[in-house]
């Protein structure tokens, strides 16, 4: 499984972006599909998750701002990012387990910089 992601940049505080993430396989056989980020000096920390059955799950400081959606037409994963804060700015990274053996696939990390 290989994971593509995309949308990073450079935004004001209080801007806006999308990141996406595409799999090279139907999104049908990943259980999770998620974005982490790391920011500088910090451990890699979960933003946001769904699952396979449409459920979702944010860290308490996204909640109301991100949003994560699915496209199964395009194996597709996105994080609305709204109401953008500098202490948002970090690598994102997708992440997505299968649902047949649970394994981990990671993207490559989009930069995310928010300026205050």
């Known amino acids: 499984v290989q994971l593509q992601a995309s949308g990073g940049g450079l935004v004001q505080a209080g801007g806006s972006l999308r990141l996406s993430c595409e799999a090279s396989?139907?999104?049908?056989?990943?259980?999770?599909m998620a974005w982490y980020r790391q920011a500088p000096g910090k451990q890699r920390e979960p933003v946001a998750l769904?699952?396979?059955?449409?459920?979702?799950n944010y860290i308490d400081s996204v909640k109301g701002r991100f949003t994560i959606s699915e496209d199964n037409a395009k194996n597709t994963w996105y994080l609305q990012m709204n109401s953008l804060k500098p202490e948002d700015t970090a690598v994102y990274y997708c992440?997505?387990?299968?649902?047949?053996?649970?394994?981990?696939?990671w993207g490559q990390g989009t930069q995310v910089t928010v300026s205050s």
């Open positions: 396989v139907s999104i049908r056989t990943l259980a999770i």
């Open positions: 769904i699952s396979n059955e449409g459920s979702t």
């Open positions: 992440n997505a387990m299968t649902t047949l053996r649970g394994y981990h696939y």
